[in-house]
């Protein structure tokens, strides 16, 4: 089955600066992959999500890229802001089972 | 619209107690799943219900059985509570399986 592997862990930043998460998968069949954004308490809830058939999908300030051939994707948030401060989910649906799997997270802190 | 609704928020419950989490959904979705979030384990799937009158299992079942009551609504029950069924547990729909998933603000499950 599908396997996520997310990093870093823990991500801090200063305000303005660029943060990069990155992930990578194992079934080359997945096909789907959303990034997902929790704030302390509070529901997951999708910030950006690119398909297998696309290299590259922007929204704003932030972006989110993906390569087939070596089985990775990232998040890229620029000029980061203090409200960006959460811990952010990727997920790959596997082409064979059909649901997400989800790495285990990044804490991303941004310092004013 | 109220998106996804999970009752109760919060539960503490004796070792072999049993209980049932609730789930409804008002997006006319398709699909619903029941997650679980451990710190450091991000989010793993217990079961899920592609369509109305199916359901399958996730990565992490035991424990749990699940009933899909109609398209609305997706219950999860615990037969008998173990501690390490101590999480916070999400349902999720979504309008079919590869598509954005909406999640519910989650029940905090804790188990003595």
């Known amino acids: 089955g599908e396997n996520v592997e997310q990093h870093p862990s823990t991500l801090s930043v200063q305000e303005g600066d660029s943060a990069v998460i990155k992930c990578t998968y194992s079934d080359s069949a997945s096909n789907y992959f959303p990034w997902y954004k929790q704030e302390l308490g509070k529901r997951p809830q999708l910030i950006i999500d690119i398909r297998s058939n696309v290299g590259e999908k922007k929204d704003q300030r932030i972006a989110v890229t993906l390569n087939k051939t070596a089985k990775h994707f990232s998040l890229h948030i620029t000029e980061t802001q203090p409200e960006d401060s959460a811990v952010y989910f990727c997920?790959?649906?596997?082409?064979?089972?059909?649901?997400?799997?989800f790495g285990k997270g990044t804490k991303l802190s941004v310092k004013p | 619209n109220a998106g996804v609704t999970q009752t109760p928020k919060f539960q503490v419950l004796k070792t072999g107690q049993s209980m049932t989490l609730q789930c409804a959904q008002d997006?006319?979705?398709?699909?619903m799943y029941w997650y679980r979030q451990d710190p450091g384990m991000g989010l793993r799937l217990i079961y899920y219900?592609?369509?109305?009158?199916?359901?399958d299992k996730g990565e992490v079942p035991n424990g749990y059985n699940v009933s899909r009551l109609n398209k609305r609504e997706f219950s999860l029950r615990l037969e008998s509570a173990a501690p390490s069924q101590t999480s916070v547990y999400f349902c999720?729909?979504?309008?079919?399986?590869?598509?954005?998933?909406?999640f519910g603000p989650g029940t905090r499950l804790t188990v003595t």
């Open positions: 219900s592609a369509s109305e009158g199916t359901t």
């Open positions: 997006m006319n979705h398709n699909s």
């Open positions: 999720a729909s979504s309008v079919w399986e590869s598509y954005e998933q909406y």
């Open positions: 997920a790959a649906r596997g082409g064979s089972q059909g649901n997400l799997i």
